[in-house]
């Protein structure tokens, strides 16, 4: 299902993964309770899915996001998260054209 970040909010996946969400990022999720809990509580709004320039936007977005992140990392815990996530985000890139 393709969600709307009304608001920005944090959600826990199988309640140990944790992922940022900003206001207005277009998010795309299979995740029943994610769907269910943010549209209930109003974090989020059905939307369409995103073209394809849009999907990049976001994630360059994200790629900025998670550098600026990195340079902030607490511990090596917190940069090797990040890392993971900067490397997911970039391959998603790649994977767009």
């Given at each position: 299902?393709?969600l ?10 199988r309640?140990?993964?944790?992922e940022e ?9 299979e ?5 269910e809990?943010?549209?209930a509580?109003?974090?989020?709004e ?26 902030d ?25």
């Amino acid at each position: 299902m393709h969600l709307k970040a009304k608001q920005a909010f944090s959600w826990a996946h199988r309640g140990v993964e944790i992922e940022e969400f900003a206001k207005g990022q277009n998010i795309e999720t299979e995740d029943k309770d994610l769907i269910e809990v943010s549209l209930a509580e109003g974090w989020t709004e059905k939307a369409k899915a995103p073209t394809k320039a849009e999907r990049k936007a976001a994630l360059q977005a994200q790629v900025k996001q998670l550098e600026s992140d990195l340079a902030d990392a607490a511990d090596d815990a917190a940069e090797q998260a990040i890392e993971a996530q900067l490397a997911e985000v970039k391959q998603q890139l790649v994977s767009l054209g």
